[in-house]
């Protein structure tokens, strides 16, 4: 392998590749793509308890400068992580998402931070699409009506709701939430949004507050980052807003939804439905949501399509790149 | 029932209507509060009787709402025995159960459902399509068996932007599809009959063309003699082993038995079926496909929708009962 040669190079050796730490999964090709440019260390492959193997990591000849991390992984980037691995001044992420980083903590020592830019933002605003077109159309609920058997049974299937002249409230109207909108559009919704500020060049009606936006609304599309400000930002007075024929679609994060709320109020009927690719503990989704018709719930998998799997490795080894070589990183995140 | 009473008074006012339709009780109310309705389905006769009483009545019918779907076909011998009629008007869009020809000859004029239910079937064909290219129902299944957290992570699904989506038949339908799918980056080709002048898409002649350029087959013609099996073998064949079909119009547009051949061998990717050519059966190897999403014929279903084919219906009714044009007439091609 060619750690082995990671002595001083003469000419004619091959490169020293710099030691990068690596503490997600990763398919075939990320791996190999890594390994052909870094001297990878690789957390699940070493078998040994992460303290163990940070240490390893952190007391070697040339300790890694960079690392790969994912949300939902094994380790937050905190100040413990960085105090065990002082060598690190690259954290990149493979996903959006970077509740799990310290980004204050990680600004303080200089060390930059990267996430997946917009790798995944169209195929999330697309699954978002999906899934309120099968609340509405009950696409799922009706398939499986069909699969049951059920149509030569029970006749035709309950009235679905046009999407054409819904109003659809947008929280967080990043590159995700631009993108549905945009699509949404396309089938005659009509568009509000609530974010930290209002977006100048946007034409959709602004709400500074999410109370607001949930009255006039018919949906509800949670597409903002999880912070502080944004944990349960779903609540039961904006289910309560909301109101009885109003529906949620969360591409979020689970936390972004006071998620036994959400429960209390479609098992009561407040709210009409909601399409939920994420949960406040992954991967167990909890047993009144999954015996309910009116929710659509599919596991986290808005990003996952393959051609967005093999964008994320392009752009982790092209942040990779740039940091090694003294560049910016390609899509930074800061504080 | 208190209508009873009130209606015999009125009745003889009221144009008579023959109704061969069910109807949810908003629209039966309206159509009785305006014509006197003899109805199929609550006669609890045979057709033929049903009808001659209908045709022997003191005020035999001048129109009639019919229902598609195989329950009764308008031709000849249908209109022989009703003579007085002069007017049909379709609840559906389909209108594969009037013989159209035969209707023009006699002078009996026909309506459809107009473009009432165009946007509900494109916003549906294009939920079929995510559904598909995303996995959504199959993930679905997947979270409700409570195989998450046994099994880890769901298989990939594709992107829709950048497909080639083919969409054979551009017409209200059609032309909504393709403006949905331009919003997700799709690239739009079509066939039909006649190209489009004012449309950018590229049009393909014939639809084995247009399979072998695409990603994607949208069905959104009508059912007549030309498109009947229009995605067969051929087609299928050409649409390639990485293809989905979505088929919103009529299940006898697509040869199912070599659909379901073709989705077994893995020769096409998946399906999105709304229609099937024996509904309500849907044949038991799809119910088993984890790579098809069926729903049961309900495109059209939707709460608003129905309240516009209401009120489009009774609209084409009343042109005609007032000598005027009808709103949504349909002419033989």
């Not at chain 2, 919003?183 to 393909?204: E, Q, T, W």
Request: charged share 20%.
């Amino acid at each position: 392998m060619a750690s082995s040669a990671a002595a001083s190079p003469a000419s004619g050796e091959p490169p020293i590749l710099p030691a990068l730490l690596l503490l997600r999964t990763s398919d075939a090709s990320l791996a190999a793509a890594l390994r052909q440019r870094f001297r990878v260390l690789d957390s699940f492959a070493s078998g040994q308890p992460i303290p163990a193997f940070l240490a390893a990591a952190a007391a070697a000849t040339d300790p890694p400068r960079a690392a790969v991390v994912v949300a939902g992984g094994v380790v937050r980037v905190d100040a413990a992580f960085l105090d065990a691995v002082p060598s690190l001044r690259c954290v990149v992420n493979t996903g959006t998402g970077v509740d799990h980083v310290d980004l204050h903590e990680c600004a303080r020592r200089g060390v930059a931070v990267a996430n997946s830019g917009t790798v995944y933002s169209v195929d999330v605003a697309d699954h978002a699409v999906g899934m309120l077109i099968d609340l509405l159309r009950r696409v799922s609920a009706a398939e499986r009506f069909v699969r049951r058997g059920l149509w030569p049974v029970q006749g035709d299937y309950p009235l679905g709701s046009k999407l054409g002249g819904k109003r659809v409230g947008i929280i967080g109207l990043g590159s995700i939430g631009s993108l549905i909108a945009k699509r949404l559009q396309a089938f005659g919704c009509v568009i509000y949004y609530n974010s930290r500020r209002p977006k100048d060049s946007v034409s959709y009606k602004y709400f500074p507050n999410v109370l607001d936006l949930a009255s006039e609304s018919d949906v509800l599309i949670v597409a903002c980052a999880l912070n502080k400000e944004t944990r349960h930002i779903i609540n039961k007075d904006v289910l309560e807003s909301l109101g009885k024929d109003g529906i949620i679609i969360n591409i979020g994060r689970g936390a972004n939804i006071d998620e036994p709320e959400l429960i209390k109020a479609l098992k009561e009927g407040r709210i009409a439905g909601a399409g939920l690719d994420v949960f406040e503990n992954e991967p167990k989704v909890p047993a009144e949501l999954q015996s309910m018709n009116n929710v659509v719930l599919t596991p986290h998998i808005a990003v996952f399509t393959w051609e967005s799997k093999s964008d994320m490795c392009d752009n982790t080894i092209a942040n990779l790149q740039a940091f090694f070589s003294g560049k910016p990183l390609l899509t930074p995140v800061l504080p | 029932m208190a209508s009873s009473a009130a209606v015999a008074t009125v009745s003889a006012e009221l144009p008579s209507l023959l109704l061969i339709r069910r109807l949810d009780p908003p629209f039966a109310a309206a159509l009785r509060q305006r014509f006197r309705v003899l109805d199929f389905f609550a006669s609890g006769e045979p057709l033929p009787a049903f009808l001659a009483a209908a045709a022997s009545s003191p005020d035999p019918p001048r129109a009639a709402v019919i229902v598609g779907g195989g329950v009764v076909r308008v031709d000849a011998a249908f209109l022989d025995s009703v003579p007085s009629l002069r007017c049909i008007v379709g609840t559906g869009t389909g209108v594969d159960h009037l013989d159209l020809a035969e209707c023009a000859r006699r002078g009996v004029v026909v309506a459809n459902a107009g473009a009432v239910y165009s946007v509900d079937v494109a916003d549906h064909a294009v939920g079929l399509l995510i559904d598909v290219l995303r996995r959504v129902s199959a993930a679905e299944r997947f979270v409700r068996r409570r195989l998450w957290p046994v099994h880890g992570d769901y298989p990939l699904g594709t992107k829709l932007g950048g497909k080639r989506v083919g969409i054979i038949g551009l017409g209200n339908i059609g032309s909504l599809i393709a403006k949905r799918l331009e919003a997700f980056g799709c690239i739009v080709y079509y066939n039909s009959r006649r190209p489009k002048d004012l449309v950018s898409y590229k049009y393909f002649p014939n639809v084995k063309d247009l399979a072998s350029e695409s990603d994607v087959l949208v069905v959104a013609c009508a059912l007549n003699k030309e498109t009947r099996h229009v995605v067969n073998k051929d087609v299928l064949e050409a649409l390639g082993k990485d293809g989905i079909i979505i088929n919103i119009g009529r299940g006898a547009n697509v040869d199912e038995v070599e659909l379901i051949r073709a989705l077994k061998e893995g020769r096409i990717a998946g399906a999105g079926l709304d229609v099937f050519e024996n509904e309500p059966k849907v044949p038991a190897e799809l119910l088993t496909m984890e790579n098809v999403v069926l729903t049961p014929h309900i495109a059209v279903l939707t709460s608003e929708s129905r309240s516009d084919l209401r009120d489009n219906t009774i609209g084409n009714l009343e042109a005609f009962f007032a000598g005027k044009p009808l709103l949504t007439p349909v002419l033989p091609m």
